[in-house]
Every structure is written in C-alpha cells, then in structure tokens.
C-alpha cells in the first residue's frame, strides 16, 4: 500500500478516487482497512490538506475532538459530545471529518455479512441482534448512527465546506436504497474541508450509554435554542443523524422488538435537554 502526503485541498482531491482514500487521524479506517471492510491501493494523509483549528465559527475538518471540547468559542452541546466521545487517546487522534464519515457500527456489517447495506437483499440485524439498532428510518437498514457530533450539528444547524460544494448537515446524509446503499453523499473524490457552526443562545448534549464513558450512543440528544425556537436531533437512533421537528415525533418510531426501549430513553433525554436549554 502506498501513502501519499499531498499539501493543499485540490492535490489531496486530485489524488482521491481510483483506490485512493483519505486518511486523517485514522482511528475508523484502519481497523477498516485491516478487517478488509475498505480496500485501497493508496492512503491520502490529509493532515496537511485540510485546514484544522478553530475560528469564530468555522472549524476546520481537521481539528481534532480533543481540541473542540476544550475551545470555549464552540458551542456547550458540541464540547460535550466531543467529551462523552470514545476515550481521551481516540479524541486526541480523531478528527472531526473523520467523525461525520465514520460508519455503522452494526456488527453484522462490521463482520461482513452479506447484508442490505452491503449489498444484499435482507438486513440480518432486524431478525438477529438488534438491542443497539434503529427506531427510526429502519425499514431497509436499521442501523443506529453513532456519531455523537454529526446529531449535534445538526441541531446546531451547522453548514459543510467542502473541496466541491457548501451542504447543510441533512444533505451530507441519506438513508439507504436499493440503487445506492451508502449513507453519506460525499463521493470518493471530495474533502470535507470547513465547518460553520452557529452560536445559539443555549444548547445541551446528552447521551445514554451502556456503560459510563468510552461507548457509542444508545440515544444522544442534542438540544439547540435561539430565540422560543428550540431544535433537536437524536444520535443512535437511526441509520443516519435525526431531526426531531417536536418531542411529539417520538410517537411517530418505529421500534424493533428490541429497540423499543430506546423510545422511553429518547422521550425522557428530549424533556431533560428542552428543560435545559429554555
Ligand atoms: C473504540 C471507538 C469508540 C468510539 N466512540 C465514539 C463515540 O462514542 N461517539 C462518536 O461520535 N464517535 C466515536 N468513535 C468514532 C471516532 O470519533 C472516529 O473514529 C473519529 O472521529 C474518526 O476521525 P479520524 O480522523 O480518525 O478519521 P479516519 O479514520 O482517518 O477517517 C474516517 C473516514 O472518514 C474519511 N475522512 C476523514 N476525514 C475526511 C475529510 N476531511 N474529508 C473526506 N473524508 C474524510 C476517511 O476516508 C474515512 O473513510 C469511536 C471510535 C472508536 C474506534
Ligand atoms: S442494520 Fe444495516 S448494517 Fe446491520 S445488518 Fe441490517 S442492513 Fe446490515
């Protein structure tokens, strides 16, 4: 496998596709890479392509979740799901691009079965294990998105930069179907480069776990007021971020057996977080 270090966006988008495939801190797609998840000819360090830090609002792709917990300029809600994040050395290496492009952590997929979101014709998930899976967007797939930080941009009402276009957060997602199983529209060739994430005038993130720390969303709530408009968004419940338009969506899910649970879970992190931020 070849490595390639290229020093500005348009090398490092010229250098994608074809094989290629973008490489930050590395934390998603090695184990990837290594359980032949992904395949790839040559790794695009994009270290030195991708701006990274903090100004204002924008946020380069690069930062790390490390460095945004720590920024008073960034909003409360998105330092505190870069905080309840993985562990302190995956938040030192992972970098907030890399955060939103990360994928499912369905164990079916992660051992290759031959599943809907690879391809195949039935999601495996929904007659097997699913205790972690979705209640919402689950008719295909019902994979449960774990990124913490992409539900709370969206709740945040964060916009995309990127080496080809300027996207808003829902944009950056799909739900799967049968001619286009993936999950993100970012094709093979672009860089997501900037972030702008507005301030709101208060916002909160909370996240139920499995455990205490170092655990993917059961059900993340990110909760974003400006002004008496107050927008949610949930983690871990569906196989891409999702908005919540009132707490009364809730009674629109559509659990598994197993996920039911994730109802009660979301009901109850939805008053807490609307609690907080009014
Ligand atoms: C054990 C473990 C626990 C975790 N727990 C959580 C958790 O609780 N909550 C949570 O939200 N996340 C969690 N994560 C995910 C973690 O935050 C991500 O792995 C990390 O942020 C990915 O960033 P990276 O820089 O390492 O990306 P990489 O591994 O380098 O890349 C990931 C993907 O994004 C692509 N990519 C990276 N940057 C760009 C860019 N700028 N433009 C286009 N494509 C790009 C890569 O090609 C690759 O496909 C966990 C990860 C692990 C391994
Ligand atoms: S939930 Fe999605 S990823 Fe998991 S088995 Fe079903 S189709 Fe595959």
């Not at 801190?25 to 990837?32: C, D, F, H, M, N």
């Not at 039935?122 to 007659?127: D, E, F, I, T, W």
Request: hydrophobic share 40%; glycine share 8%.
């Amino acid at each position: 496998m070849q490595l390639q270090r290229p020093e500005t966006p348009e090398a490092a988008a010229a250098a994608l596709g074809s094989g290629s495939v973008a490489l930050a801190g590395g934390t998603e797609l090695v184990p990837l890479l290594r359980n032949g998840l992904v395949r790839a000819e040559t790794l695009i360090a994009i270290r030195d392509a991708v701006p990274r830090g903090i100004d204002g609002t924008r946020i380069g792709a690069g930062t790390t979740l490390a460095e945004l917990e720590a920024d008073p300029q960034i909003p409360q809600a998105l330092r505190e799901a870069c905080s309840l994040a993985a562990s302190p050395q995956l938040r030192t290496m992972g970098t907030i691009g890399g955060n939103l492009l990360q994928a499912t952590r369905c164990w079916y997929w992660r051992l290759d079965f031959p599943c809907y979101l690879h391809g195949g014709e039935r999601c495996h998930a929904r007659q097997g294990e699913h205790r972690e899976h979705a209640i919402f967007g689950n008719e295909r797939c019902a994979s449960a998105h774990p990124s913490d930080i992409a539900a709370t941009l969206l709740a945040l009402g964060a916009t995309l930069r990127t080496t080809q276009r300027e996207l808003t957060v829902p944009d950056l997602y799909r739900l799967p179907t049968d001619d286009n199983r993936k999950v993100t529209t970012i094709e093979p060739d672009e860089l997501i480069l900037e972030l702008d994430v507005p301030k709101p005038e208060a916002s909160t993130y909370l996240k139920a776990m499995d455990r205490r720390q170092f655990a993917f969303p059961m059900v993340g709530v990110a909760a974003a007021r400006s002004g008496h408009s107050v927008r949610l968004a949930l983690a871990g419940v569906a196989p891409i971020p999702w908005a919540l338009g009132s707490p009364d969506d809730l009674d629109e899910a559509t659990p598994l057996t197993g996920t039911a649970y994730k109802v009660e879970i979301a009901r109850t992190l939805v008053r807490r977080a609307v609690e907080a931020v009014s």
